[in-house]
C-alpha cells in the first residue's frame, strides 16, 4: 500500500510562489509515475502534471506551463510542485498522485488527502 502526505498549501497572493511537498510511504517503488492534480470548488478535477519515478520525463499542463514545475527526491520519496506567478484561478484544491504513466491522467489510482491552496487577487 502506498501512502501519500501533502504540504506547502496555503494562502497567496497572485504574484506569489509557493512549493508544494508530497511525501511518499509504503510500496513506493510499485508505482513507476507521480504526479499533481487540482480541483476548483465546483469544477473537474485537472491534471496538473506529473513525473517519471525512475527516468527524467516529466509532463506539465498547458494551464499551468511557464510557471509551475514538478520535481522529485525519488531517495527521500519526496514530490514537489513550484508554484510561481500565482493568479488567482489557481485556488484549488492540490492532490498528489500515484499511477503507471506520468503523462496519462487515467493511471493515477493513489491520492493523498490534498492541500489548499488559495490567491487572492
Known amino acids: 500500500q502506498l501512502q501519500l502526505v501533502e504540504s506547502g498549501g496555503g494562502l497567496a497572493q497572485t504574484g506569489d510562489s509557493l512549493r508544494l511537498s508530497c511525501a511518499a510511504s509504503g510500496r513506493t517503488s510499485s508505482y513507476p509515475a507521480l504526479g499533481w492534480f487540482r480541483q476548483a470548488s465546483g469544477k473537474e478535477r485537472e491534471f496538473v502534471g506529473g513525473?517519471?519515478?525512475?527516468?527524467?520525463?516529466?509532463f506539465i499542463a498547458n494551464s499551468v506551463k511557464g510557471r509551475f514545475t514538478i520535481s522529485k527526491d525519488i531517495p527521500n520519496n519526496m514530490l514537489y510542485l513550484q508554484m510561481n506567478n500565482l493568479k488567482p484561478e489557481d485556488t484549488a484544491v492540490y492532490y498528489c498522485a500515484a499511477g503507471n504513466t506520468y503523462y496519462r491522467e487515467s493511471s493515477f489510482d493513489v491520492w493523498g488527502q490534498g492541500t489548499q491552496v488559495t490567491v487572492s487577487s
Open positions: 513525473i517519471a519515478r525512475r527516468y527524467n520525463n516529466s
